[in-house]
Nanobody, 124 residues
Framework: QVQLVESGGGLVQAGGSLRLSCAAS????????MGWFRQAPGKEREFVAS????????YYADSVKGRFTISRDNAKNTVYLQMNSLRPEDTAVYYC?????????????????WGQGTQVTVSY
């Protein structure tokens, strides 16, 4: 099983950009579909984006389409989330997730491994 460590969070002004990274340990990273989720205070954890094992299939939440881009580098055991045009409502703890299923969007119920999370704060 992989272990996941996120980085790249921080404080940014509205309209700015951040790039999150999630580094996975172990040699089986390419067997996992990967996802990004987020959780704001007092709210449930919600799906942001996911990417298939090959990187060819991607899914996005409607709220981030056109602004966020998920990508992966299997040689580096890393998945990324490029976040542009950030809004205050994007403020949350962002979690990386790994899912061993093939062919489907990564969802909370099927995640096998979670990262510890990284805080993203977008100010007005």
């Amino acid at each position: 099983q992989v272990q996941l460590v996120e980085s790249g969070g921080g404080l940014v002004q509205a309209g700015g950009s951040l790039r999150l990274s999630c580094a996975a340990s172990g040699r089986t990273f390419s067997n996992y579909a990967m996802g990004w989720f987020r959780q704001a205070p007092g709210k449930e954890r919600e799906f942001v984006a996911s990417i298939s094992q090959s990187g060819l299939t991607k899914y996005y939440a409607d709220s981030v389409k056109g602004r966020f881009t998920i990508s992966r580098d299997n040689a580096k055991n890393t998945v990324y989330l490029q976040m542009n045009s950030l809004r205050p409502e994007d403020t949350a703890v962002y979690y990386c997730a790994a899912d061993q299923r093939y062919g489907n969007k990564v969802v909370v119920a099927t995640v096998d491994v979670w990262g510890q999370g990284t805080q993203v704060t977008v100010s007005y």
